[in-house]
């Protein structure tokens, strides 16, 4: 009973590290445990295959603040950091992870402005394929309309015209009525 009891504590404090980690727990199975009174309901024993998976996807082992996962994901190993270009489109990898970058510009109080965006892809220039580069979206401003457009949209306000062409045009690239 004794190593029964070692196994059920032994679990739950690997499953309590991996949540204070930042990772979830999978489901619960009902294992039977050896005891010495047969009608004792046995002790659920949790279910770490989802917790392991989870951990490994949130883990960081290069230590330079971009997931292993998504590092993975997008060049196939570890060697890029948050300051680098890979696809060579003017966003660092840290902007295409977080999807927000630091314009440059201070508000009327001194406050950094940033431009919030969806996280784009780092290994491909244009993520939307509309002949922008993702870098050139996130800080193109329409010289007319003072707008950004989407880096992750062909087609930022739905008109059937791509980014680039409102853009040449010298359209509002979100008003679809501008084309």
């Not at 201070?106 to 784009?120: L, M, Q, V, Y």
Request: charged residues 30%; glycine residues 8%; contains cysteine.
């Amino acid at each position: 009973m004794e190593q029964e009891n070692k196994l059920v504590w032994g679990s739950a404090l690997l499953a309590s590290l991996l949540l204070i980690a930042g990772c979830t727990t999978g489901a619960t199975t009902e294992t039977p445990l050896a005891t010495e009174d047969p009608t004792e309901t046995p002790l659920p024993t949790p279910d770490l295959t989802a917790t392991v998976e989870n951990f490994r996807a949130n883990v960081d082992s290069d230590g330079d603040g971009l997931k292993d996962s998504w590092e993975l994901k997008y060049f196939g190993n570890l060697d890029y950091g948050l300051l680098d270009d890979p696809d060579a489109d003017g966003l660092h990898n840290q902007d295409e992870y977080f999807g927000i970058i630091d314009l440059g510009w201070r508000d009327s109080a001194g406050e950094r402005i940033w431009k919030h965006f969806s996280p784009t892809d780092p290994s491909n220039p244009d993520t939307d394929g509309d002949g922008i580069t993702d870098g050139d979206e996130v800080r193109y401003q329409s010289p007319i309309f003072n707008v950004y457009t989407d880096p992750t949209l062909y087609d930022t306000d739905g008109d059937g015209k791509s980014d680039k062409e409102e853009k040449n045009n010298e359209t509002n690239p979100l008003d679809p009525n501008s084309f």
